[in-house]
């Protein structure tokens, strides 16, 4: 079964700099999806970014970036020019590119920004 | 299409209770799925269906759960004779059939057992 594993519980960052979320993930698979979702307190999960395993090109949406290695089974977060608004929990997740298997979620990383 | 609802948005039940939840997904989208989430920690997959077919259910899901889809639209998650340990948060997302797309989310129901 595939895992992933977000190793810092809490990270924070300050107004206008520049924020990095680890995420590594567990699979013998070649083809799947990464996605990085944002939940701020007491509000709904939002998709901030995805990206595909078969293209080496990694994602950007905007401030967020990933640093997405395939061989290291790392997929990162940077977050630029953080703003108060970024503050929010972060979970990475991972879904096979085969059948109908459901996203799997690492147990997230809560970003604080001080102003 | 305002996106995917869920209610309530919390319930308080006693112990014993049984309790059901409500998500109607974006109308376009095929496919439902239901996550718990507990305080500190990411979602756990609970089951999910294809139109009104249930396709998979997790380990995670005792034989108090129950959950159903009837004719493909809204879908409800029952718990019977609520515990103390069933209490999170409780997810619904939806998405197209196609996996490369993420799912959207509703707001949740957290659930509290007194």
């Known amino acids: 079964a595939q895992t992933v594993t977000q190793s810092q519980p809490e990270m924070s960052v300050q107004e206008a700099e520049t924020v990095t979320l680890s995420c590594t993930y567990d699979t013998s698979e070649s083809d799947y999806y990464l996605f990085w979702y944002k939940q701020p307190p007491s509000r709904q999960m939002i998709l901030v970014i995805r990206?595909?395993?078969?293209?080496?090109q990694n994602a950007t949406e905007n401030r967020f970036s990933v640093n997405f290695q395939k061989a290291a089974k790392s997929f990162s977060l940077k977050i630029s020019d953080s703003q108060l608004g970024d503050a929010a929990m972060y979970f990475c997740?991972?879904?096979?590119?085969?059948?109908?298997?459901?996203?799997?979620f690492g147990k997230g990383t809560r970003l604080s920004v001080i102003a | 299409d305002t996106g995917v609802s869920q209610n309530p948005r919390h319930k308080i039940t006693k112990r014993g209770q049984n309790v059901t939840f409500r998500c109607d997904p974006i109308?376009?989208?095929?496919?439902l799925y239901w996550y718990r989430q507990t305080l500190g920690q990411g979602p756990e997959f609970l089951t999910y269906?294809?139109?009104?077919?249930?396709?998979?259910k997790s380990r995670l899901l005792s034989d108090r759960f129950s959950a159903e889809r009837p004719k493909g639209s809204f879908s409800t998650l029952e718990i019977q004779r609520t515990e103390q340990g069933d209490s999170a948060m409780y997810l619904c997302?939806?998405?197209?059939?196609?996996?490369?797309?993420?799912?959207?989310f509703g707001s949740g129901t957290r659930l509290t057992v007194v």
């Open positions: 990206q595909e395993a078969y293209k080496q």
């Open positions: 997740a991972y879904r096979s590119a085969l059948g109908n298997t459901p996203l799997v």
């Open positions: 997302a939806s998405s197209p059939t196609w996996t490369g797309v993420g799912y959207t």
């Open positions: 269906f294809q139109n009104e077919a249930q396709l998979e």
């Open positions: 109308s376009e989208h095929n496919r």
